[in-house]
């Protein structure tokens, strides 16, 4: 095992290949309080990728309803329990230490990774994992829209119950595709090497020429997010839509646009696109990288369980209704930070967040031009203001691709137009 730093984590951590990292990383931001569910996303992922014999059970992107829901079902219950005894037989428990840095932006997470658990029970595989059968993968829709009292329990759900403020009854959407980790686990379990990540943007794929469908990538992904398919007795998995991304689709004008699953979101919960790495694997600070700027400057959105250890590069803004303990078993600690800036966002995260879903083309600088204070009020007893500023979104070229304000413009149907449905 070797030896790679984790910022996630806060910490190095034992990872089979030696320390890598591409000049870009795909990255996307998922806004889990504007979802509605409606799956259209799912919709078409499907109809680009995965419409051929074979694919039919495979969701490379899907929606899940929490805390319920899962495709395939239980895939995080399941993996969390084998973490969890993996502890318990090492005599180890897997604990936050709350002090933050630059490198650390979350504490330091003392428990083990999936592929430290691995190598302490030595199981003989590169990371924790398991097969779903057949059945677990039957169900897209498992427990959809099936909300919950549940306040005890395990794997995070606390015995005394969820801080305030959240709702006695309550479920929301998890929006799933695959991470691109940064220390994939299906690269690191396949015999053939035949999973890699691309060297100019990140992205994970499956060399179809060299795999020979030993499933060690489906078993040890902790997400579940590489797929089987009996007709070619393959592996496959979401290629992030990588023709788009090199800005070879043909609407793209040359320049990086965002996948399928993201550009189609009715909800515009979902913000595609590249962040520049450092030679030391940080992020290379830009703080008018859309990006950057939510993820590492504000700390609004998060990573999904960063205590599996793969770094993964989807992030998520938490709901603010749901109990805090379960959220920070699935985001990690920054959850009450996060939602914190989110219910009273800062002068340029409310312009930044008009620019979701606003146009295809993969924003990669951002510019707010200011505009008159509109609305005071207070939020958590602190004085809150809202400006009618304007924000600029500029594609990989330099050019400007869209221009919004804070203040959505009102449109008004003239009389003889009033019944024209």
């Not at 995070?156 to 980790?181: D, K, M």
């Not at 599996?308 to 699935?330: C, D, K, S, V």
Request: hydrophobic fraction near 35%; aromatic fraction near 12%; glycine fraction near 8%.
């Amino acid at each position: 095992m070797a030896e790679v730093y984790n910022w996630h984590l806060g910490r190095p951590i034992a990872y089979v290949y030696p320390e890598t990292h591409p000049q870009k990383q795909f990255a996307a931001v998922f806004n889990i309080n504007r979802c509605i569910g409606c799956q259209t996303c799912t919709g078409a992922c499907k109809a680009t990728w995965t419409f051929s014999k074979g694919q039919e059970y495979m969701w490379w992107n899907n929606v899940e309803s929490k805390p319920y829901g899962s495709y395939p079902k239980y895939w995080d219950v399941k993996i969390l329990q084998k973490l969890d005894e993996a502890h318990q037989a090492a005599g180890k428990t897997a604990q936050w230490d709350p002090t933050t840095g630059e490198q650390a932006p979350y504490g330091t997470y003392n428990g083990m990774t999936i592929t430290e658990a691995a190598a302490t029970l030595n199981i003989g595989e590169q990371a924790l994992g398991y097969l779903p059968p057949d059945n677990e993968w039957s169900a897209p829709n498992f427990y959809e829209d099936t909300s919950t009292k549940y306040k005890g329990g395990t794997l995070g759900l606390s015995p005394e119950g969820a801080a305030l403020p959240v709702h006695q009854t309550w479920f929301f959407y998890l929006q799933r595709i695959c991470n691109h980790c940064t220390y994939p686990a299906c690269a690191a379990a396949c015999p053939r090497k035949a999973i890699y990540k691309r060297p100019e943007d990140g992205i994970v794929l499956i060399d179809q020429a060299r795999c020979r469908g030993y499933r060690k990538c489906v078993e040890q992904c902790p997400y579940k997010k590489s797929m089987y398919r009996g007709t070619t007795n393959t592996s496959e998995k979401c290629v992030a839509c990588y023709p788009r991304v090199e800005g070879n689709d043909p609407l793209s004008n040359g320049v990086p646009m965002e996948t399928r699953c993201m550009a189609v979101c009715p909800g515009k919960i979902r913000m595609n696109g590249l962040v520049e790495i450092g030679e030391d694997g940080t992020w290379a600070k830009d703080l008018q990288n859309p990006l950057y700027y939510m993820i590492r400057e504000e700390k609004v959105a998060l990573p999904l369980y960063p205590q599996f250890g793969t770094e993964p590069n989807i992030y998520y803004i938490p709901p603010r209704w749901a109990p805090r303990p379960y959220l920070r078993q699935m985001f990690g600690p920054g959850v009450d930070d996060a939602i914190a800036r989110y219910t009273a966002p800062s002068r340029t995260l409310l312009a930044l967040m008009q620019l979701f879903r606003a146009t295809q083309t993969m924003i990669f600088r951002f510019e707010i031009e200011e505009g008159p204070l509109v609305f005071e009020t207070e939020k958590e007893g602190q004085p809150w203001q809202m400006y009618d500023d304007t924000v600029i979104g500029f594609d990989a070229k330099g050019r400007e691709v869209v221009r919004l304000s804070v203040v959505e413009p009102l449109h008004e149907l003239p009389q003889e137009r009033l019944n024209s449905i």
